[in-house]
């Protein structure tokens, strides 16, 4: 199957929609198909050679954060021919509402389409007022994903008409399989040592991304657990995220910078618990399965699409969101209990398996087959003595 794949946002910086695209591509690739992905990156950007540039993107406020968005003439340009040389079995544009390059590619594209939604916004009005413009482009999709309920449920509310569920998909053994790195370790002995290893990974400049109220809970954390250190990998202003901490609790905050994905697997594999304080804007939540796949107990967010991923509490520990004090009595008590991270870590790593590519990758590739296969038979009506044809229906 020729599969096109249009990525919103850009390829440079790095986010849970580009992962997933990334993955999803690399994963169809490896069965056989031959996969194009159409996104937004600057010309100097190292690209995979199933990669194709629509140009640079500009910065654009967009659901309580910042992406970086591709759209003008020259981009409705470069769709066109993409799709010209592409001739493509079926089109997969992720975030169709998005001002870049899925609401371009589905206002160009013709044959079978197929949209995902990753968006989690309930009180869109952006969304609202621009409905009579989307519509005409929504009108052309002939399949609907949502990646959790909750973006299902944005899309039903705000845009109409429904979709199927199918979560973010993760290569769940790249990390399992990781080493442990000893430095970021605490010898699995955080229980005794009244310590331990905390793990933070985002965009530290973020605010939704939770990290202020987890530095608000650090202070507390250290009172009952001194040996305690937190670790924080992404991109951001360091000095800004400790500012407002004593020196005594900066000294035990080591920022990692950008780490690649193999840090990332090896980082998640080390902390005695990954903690995620998210504050809203999320439709799922990738880095919480990511840290389930590595065996990292999570505590995080009561955000309901990290509840559902979580299991409602069962693969991992959920605290009152943006409630500082509620993350430190949570922190507390896990990192001085053993036994029950060792639970929490038994039970993520058994439930994430739901996520693995092998589930998410086969009910994907049903969608595209499902709308091919209505495409074929539409096209097979109209043909000369075809069952529209017989009836006078078939198009001029």
Request: hydrophobic share 45%; charged share 20%.
């Amino acid at each position: 199957m020729r599969i096109g794949i249009v990525c919103p946002y850009s390829w440079d910086v790095p986010g849970g929609v580009q992962f997933h695209i990334r993955d999803l591509a690399e994963h169809l690739i490896g069965l056989g198909h031959a996969v194009s992905v159409l996104a937004p990156a600057e010309d100097d950007t190292p690209l995979p050679p199933y990669v194709v540039s629509a140009g640079r993107a500009v910065p654009v406020p967009y659901n309580g954060s910042v992406a970086r968005l591709n759209f003008g003439f020259l981009s409705a340009a470069r769709v066109r021919r993409w799709l010209h040389d592409g001739r493509f079995d079926v089109i997969h544009i992720h975030e169709p509402t998005s001002p870049s390059l899925g609401l371009l590619s589905c206002w160009a594209a013709q044959g079978p389409i197929v949209a995902t939604f990753h968006t989690s916004n309930p009180r869109s009005r952006a969304m609202i007022a621009a409905y009579p413009i989307l519509q005409p482009a929504l009108e052309k999709i002939s399949a609907r994903i949502a990646v959790s309920e909750y973006a299902r449920r944005t899309l039903v509310e705000h845009l109409g008409g429904d979709a199927v569920v199918i979560p973010n998909g993760v290569d769940v053994d790249f990390f399992a399989r990781a080493e442990p790195k000893a430095e970021w370790g605490s010898g699995g002995t955080a229980g005794e040592a009244e310590g331990g290893t905390l793990g933070f990974i985002g965009r530290i400049d973020e605010p939704r991304k939770g990290l202020p109220v987890l530095m608000k809970a650090l202070p507390r954390i250290l009172e009952a657990r001194p040996g305690t250190r937190l670790l924080v990998a992404g991109r951001g202003d360091q000095e800004e995220a400790v500012e407002s901490l004593p020196g005594s609790v900066r000294a035990r905050v080591e920022f990692l910078g950008t780490v690649s994905d193999e840090d990332k697997a090896r980082l998640l594999r080390s902390v005695d618990l990954y903690v995620a304080p998210n504050t809203g804007g999320e439709s799922f939540g990738i880095i919480l399965v990511e840290a389930l796949s590595a065996g990292a107990p999570v505590l995080a967010s009561d955000l309901d699409a990290f509840a559902q991923v979580l299991d409602q509490g069962a693969a991992g520990e959920l605290f009152a969101n943006e409630d500082a004090g509620a993350l430190a009595d949570a922190a507390i008590r896990l990192l001085g209990s053993p036994s029950r991270r060792a639970a929490l870590s038994a039970r993520g790593s058994a439930h994430v398996r739901r996520f693995d590519w092998s589930t998410v990758g086969s009910d994907i590739l049903a969608v595209y087959e499902t709308v091919t296969d209505g495409a074929a038979s539409v096209a097979a009506d109209e043909r000369p003595g075809g069952l529209m044809a017989r009836f006078g229906l078939a198009r001029d």
